[in-house]
């Protein structure tokens, strides 16, 4: 089966600093590849999302890349505000699946002021 | 436009009980995930299903876990005498399965179940 890892677990930024988060993926027949972010005791929010035949997408001020050969992908997210922190997790669906989300174990950032 | 239902938001259960927790996917929704998250953990997948049907249960635990979805009403996730180690939350899920964005997953606010 899929299995996604995730790092860092734990990143701390200054305030309009960039953050990078980065994930890799083990079946090469993902194609779709969702980051959810999560405050504490709420929902995970989907916030973008990428699939095999792009290589890059942007909404505002979040992006994800997706590098198909190395199996992996990234979340950056840049001029980073205090509501950004927050518990991000990537995860990836495999074509052959029954669409199941495998999750990364999620990066804790923070956001200082 | 709702977004996905779940209830009870808190559930305490004393070990042994059962535990029934129910998610009403979006509207226009017809394919509903089960995950669950230990405390300070990632989410894990549990079942999928559609609606009369269980697509993959693989994820779930052989014994005291079972999953439906009906033709009408929410799905149900039923846990039978529980115990401590069933504490977590419980995170149903919904995507439209066909169109445009098949693949996309909007989550519930989830069920803490605390077993005492």
């Known amino acids: 089966g899929e299995n996604v890892e995730q790092h860092p677990s734990t990143l701390s930024v200054q305030e309009g600093d960039s953050a990078v988060i980065k994930c890799t993926y083990s079946?090469?027949?993902?194609?779709?590849f969702p980051w959810y972010k999560q405050e504490l005791g709420k929902r995970p929010q989907l916030i973008i999302d990428i699939r095999s035949n792009v290589g890059e997408k942007k909404d505002q001020r979040i992006a994800v890349t997706l590098n198909k050969t190395a199996k992996h992908f990234s979340l950056h997210i840049t001029e980073t505000q205090p509501e950004d922190s927050a518990v991000y997790f990537c995860a990836a669906v495999s074509s052959g699946s029954a669409r199941q989300l495998t999750f990364g174990s999620g990066t804790q950032l923070t956001v200082l002021p | 436009n709702a977004g996905v239902m779940q209830n009870p938001r808190h559930l305490v259960r004393r070990r042994g009980q059962e535990a029934r927790l129910r998610c009403s996917p979006m509207?226009?929704?017809?394919?509903v995930y089960w995950y669950r998250q230990l405390p300070e953990e990632g989410l894990k997948f549990m079942v999928y299903?559609?609606?009369?049907?269980?697509?993959?249960e693989s994820g779930m635990p052989k014994e005291r876990f079972s999953a439906e979805f009906p033709k009408e009403g929410p799905s149900i996730l039923r846990i039978q005498q529980v115990v401590r180690g069933d504490s977590a939350a419980y995170f149903c899920a919904s995507s439209p399965g066909t169109g445009g964005q098949p693949y996309e997953q909007y989550f519930g606010p989830g069920t803490r179940l605390t077993v005492t």
């Open positions: 299903l559609q609606k009369e049907n269980i697509i993959d």
């Open positions: 509207k226009g929704h017809s394919h």
């Open positions: 079946d090469s027949a993902s194609n779709y």
